[in-house]
């Protein structure tokens, strides 16, 4: 079993729709969790982040992490064709960022 | 400001054959990092830095290896190339024990 797993799409949907996008992981001591966004043949950068359970909110984004059942997901809220991409989820037991384990990433279509 | 600027952008090589990749950051980051990107994989860290002149190895390390000479540059060099070392390597910095990194536009490589 990997340690982070996420569906790999490709996720189509139509523009102003809400979009859930979630991980799910094996390793208990993960703590610090992100969201990564990564435009076509670009590198990936930092979306949201949160740390331990909650939701945290940023504009149309919203996280949520319950660590009780170790999924954590990403919101979008009426979504754009820009933002079109692929959504990789990232965590680690602590912010040491050689300990960061990525999950594979969902590819994620919104059409006008 | 560039950021992470990594060259070269593509390559292709043979079967044995060696080459460097450089990566650059200009926001004086003490860390850095070299992950490659694999479909149905996710980022998975080759090497890492923690400052000028130190070097660690990451969860794939073998057939690789790397060079911080300068806190600005982080090397990653394949001393004699293989087919399974074909993959999408992206260069990330870091402040220290920052959950954020900021990655490069990657480098395409294919071995043949």
């Known amino acids: 079993q990997k340690e982070v797993e996420q569906d790999p799409g490709p996720l189509s949907v139509p523009e102003g729709a809400i979009v859930s996008l979630n991980c799910t992981y094996s390793?208990?001591?993960?703590?610090?969790f992100m969201w990564y966004r990564q435009y076509s043949r670009k590198g990936p950068e930092l979306l949201m982040y949160?740390?331990?359970?909650g939701n945290k909110e940023d504009g149309r984004f919203t996280a949520q992490v319950d660590k009780s059942s170790k999924y954590i997901s990403l919101f979008i809220r009426d979504s754009q064709p820009s933002d079109s991409a692929t959504y990789l989820c990232?965590?680690?037991?602590?912010?040491?960022?050689?300990?960061?384990?990525f999950g594979p990433g969902t590819r994620l279509s919104v059409l006008p | 400001n560039a950021g992470v600027t990594q060259t070269p952008k593509f390559r292709v090589l043979k079967t044995g054959q060696s080459m460097t990749l450089l990566c650059a950051q200009d926001?004086?980051?003490?860390?850095m990092y070299w992950y490659r990107q694999d479909p149905g994989m996710g980022l998975r860290l080759i090497h890492y830095?923690?400052?000028?002149?130190?070097?660690a190895k990451g969860e794939v390390p073998d057939g690789y290896n790397v060079s911080r000479l300068k806190k600005q540059n982080f090397l990653l060099g394949l001393e004699s190339a293989a087919p399974s070392q074909t993959s999408v390597y992206f260069c990330?910095?870091?402040?220290?024990?920052?959950?954020?990194?900021?990655f490069g536009p990657g480098t395409r490589l294919t071995v043949t």
């Open positions: 390793n208990s001591a993960f703590q610090y």
């Open positions: 990330a910095s870091s402040e220290v024990n920052s959950y954020e990194q900021y």
């Open positions: 949160t740390y331990s359970s």
């Open positions: 926001m004086n980051h003490e860390y």
């Open positions: 830095s923690v400052g000028e002149g130190t070097t």
């Open positions: 990232a965590m680690s037991r602590d912010n040491y960022g050689q300990n960061f384990v």
